[in-house]
């Protein structure tokens, strides 16, 4: 990961975490630049997915491919296109 954070307020937020790094980075183009986590009910997270890509995909994109991530109930990404 570049220079963001992680604040993680829960073991079932770290894996939540976990899942949204690993499926976003599956594309080896894009860089997280920071994924907060927090609870909000009972095995319920929400996220703000931080990102950038040299030719980055819409953010729906991005969001289509975190639907699958368990616990995901609420995301918003934010999509920036990186120098160079």
Same mark, same amino acid.
């Given at each position: 990961m570049g220079g963001g954070?992680?604040? =993680? =307020?829960?073991?079932? &937020?770290?894996? %939540? *975490?976990?899942?949204v790094f690993w499926v976003v980075l599956a594309d080896s183009a894009v860089q997280l630049d920071d994924v907060p =986590? *927090?609870? =909000?009910?009972?095995?319920?997270?929400a996220a703000i997915v &931080? %990102?950038?890509?040299?030719?980055p995909a819409?953010?729906?994109r991005y969001k289509a491919q975190l639907a699958g991530v368990a616990g995901l109930v609420h995301v918003t990404v934010e999509v920036n296109a990186s120098a160079g």
């Open positions: 954070d992680c604040r =993680v =307020v829960t073991a079932g &937020a770290a894996r %939540l *975490w976990a899942g =986590v *927090w609870q =909000v009910g009972p095995g319920q997270y &931080a %990102l950038q890509a040299k030719q819409s953010p729906a």
